[in-house]
């Protein structure tokens, strides 16, 4: 694909890693993201993965819709057919596929993390005693918890959202002092009860969503009430640990629905993180997109 897109009546203004924002001239209140193949990893890009961003496009996409009966969420529900339509570019399908219209809302700074299986960064400090007297980021974790193993509760743990060097694990008491206690407890039960709707959705797929995160934003009405807002992208391979339910083997690490293949691969190369990376294997693409693949058709199948 396409480094970037040069879109009558747009101007990029924000590149992240993967995607890209272009505020919209002729609807000032909108943007469009369009989702690349760019993948990273140790905080570089490595090079491009085809089709993934149309994966990942299509995956938020229907989550940003399935839960609009709970809250509200930044997508137009005709995909912006309009907006397409008057830049001119519908006929584009590479480009209609991977890219959203959605309303331009400001991003909260943090980003909200619920996990509901111990795995991951949280495994490593729990198996290594960093807690102070059982409590994670104020959450209790009781004593003999396995790898992989279920939580008895899916915990909130949420980081600072940082577009340079590592987010930094923050209390909900921090999100109090920075939004107001009323706020923070609207964008803490909101993420539970989305994490645990989509976990239970997804393992009638043979799914299990160990952890994920989410992320925010507030749109003030007419009369001055701030309504929360789910924005970017929801509960993707990218921004969620998804397993095979069929595979599932607590006090073990498991496989997941991810670009493990492609990390795996450039972690044999023998990369040094600071000179040029290395080219991508076809066979490395192949095995990456399968993935990508593998998790969009569960999760959208009937």
């Known amino acids: 694909m396409k480094e970037s897109f040069s879109i009558p009546g747009c101007k990029l203004f924000k590149q992240g890693k993967v995607r890209d924002l272009y505020t919209v001239d002729i609807e000032k209140n909108t943007m469009l993201i369009v989702t690349t193949d760019r993948i990273s990893a140790f905080d570089k890009i490595i090079g491009n993965i085809k089709g993934k961003g149309i994966v990942l496009n299509s995956i938020s996409n229907f989550w940003k819709k399935y839960f609009l009966f709970l809250l509200e969420t930044d997508i137009f529900l005709d995909n912006g057919k309009f907006i397409f339509y008057k830049l001119g570019i519908s006929e584009d399908k590479d480009f209609f596929e991977r890219t959203s219209v959605v309303r331009k809302i400001k991003p909260l700074p943090f980003e909200f993390i619920v996990r509901g299986y111990m795995t991951g960064g949280l ?24 790898e992989a193993e279920m939580l008895p509760h899916p915990i909130f743990t949420p980081s600072t959202k940082s577009d340079v060097g590592h987010d930094v694990d923050v209390y909900f008491w921090d999100i109090v002092q920075e939004l107001g206690y009323t706020k923070a407890q609207h964008l803490r039960t909101a993420s539970i009860a989305l994490y645990s709707i989509a976990h239970q959705y997804l393992l009638k797929k043979k799914v299990v969503v160990a952890d994920t995160k989410f992320e925010f934003g507030f749109l003030k009405d007419l009369s001055g009430f701030d309504h929360l807002i789910l924005i970017d992208e929801v509960l993707t391979p990218d921004s969620s640990r998804f397993w095979d339910l069929d595979k599932y083997s607590p006090g073990r690490p498991q496989e997941s629905f991810d670009k493990q293949p492609f990390r795996d691969w450039l972690i044999r190369t023998g990369w040094d993180k600071e000179s040029l990376p290395p080219k991508i294997p076809q066979l490395i693409e192949e095995q990456t997109i399968e993935r990508y693949k ?7 199948s009937n």
């Open 123 to 146: 495994f490593e400090k729990y198996k290594n005693n960093n807690f102070q007297e059982g409590y994670y980021l104020g959450n209790y974790l009781p004593e003999g918890i396995k």
């Open 294 to 300: 593998e998790i969009e058709r569960r999760i959208l």
